[in-house]
T-cell receptor
């Protein structure tokens, strides 16, 4: 959907580097989410945010940091990338708790 | 972490055959949602079921929510090549804050 954009679409980096994935939505949705998608695991929630300045851990938060200073942006940072964090990362937003989510196109991240 | 069981993991069908995927939970759900992800694409919301025993249809797709609100199914009648992709259920357990996504069923349609 054009209303939620992720950047970059593809990223290759090395272990130990810091990398930030960006997510921007134009719907003013209060909720935003970060998922990783790996073969055999489906979509696993990393972090979510119910509103600006409110964030909370999901299923697999270790090694990741998020912030939400503005409603429309929800960046995800890998502070010291590891090979196990190679994955496809999806950002999503929804207007309320438990409501349908709208996904971005994803970022394919490879860590060498 | 929690895993939502979805079966089967993979399904290959001839074009024109029917297809069904099932989602099962050990706990009562507030609602269940279904998403479709085309190869190389992102998940796209299809439908939300809220009521016990609810049945909803979208053209050739039929979605059901179990009477006990612990399971759901998606049935596609007379599959077409445009149905190819992975179908995910996403559960919202009673009292929980977030959806838990199933592992998905990957559908291949052979022309």
């Amino acid at each position: 959907d054009a209303g939620i954009t992720q950047s970059p679409r593809y990223k290759i980096t090395e272990t130990g580097r810091q990398v930030t994935l960006m997510c921007h939505q134009t719907w003013s949705h209060s909720y935003m989410f970060w998922y990783r998608q790996d073969l055999g695991h489906g979509l696993r929630l990393i972090y979510y945010s119910a509103a600006a300045d409110i964030t909370d851990k999901g299923e697999v938060p270790d090694g990741y940091v998020v912030s939400r200073s503005k409603t429309e942006n929800f960046p995800l940072t890998l502070e010291s990338a590891t090979r196990s964090q190679t994955s496809v990362y999806f950002c999503a937003s929804s207007p309320g708790q438990g409501l349908p989510q709208h996904f971005g196109d994803g970022t394919r991240l490879s860590i060498l | 972490g929690q895993q939502v069981m979805q079966i089967p993991q993979y399904q290959h069908v001839q074009e024109g055959e029917d297809f069904t995927t099932y989602c099962n939970s050990s706990t009562t759900l507030s609602n269940i949602q279904w998403y479709k992800q085309r190869p190389g694409g992102h998940p796209v919301f299809l439908i939300q079921l809220v009521k016990s025993g609810e049945v909803k249809k979208q053209k050739r797709l039929t979605f059901q929510f179990g009477e006990a609100k612990k399971n759901s199914s998606l049935h596609i009648t007379a599959t077409q090549t445009t149905d190819v992709g992975t179908y995910f259920c996403a559960e919202l357990q009673t009292g929980a804050n977030n959806l838990f996504f199933g592992t998905g069923t990957r559908l291949t349609v052979i022309p």
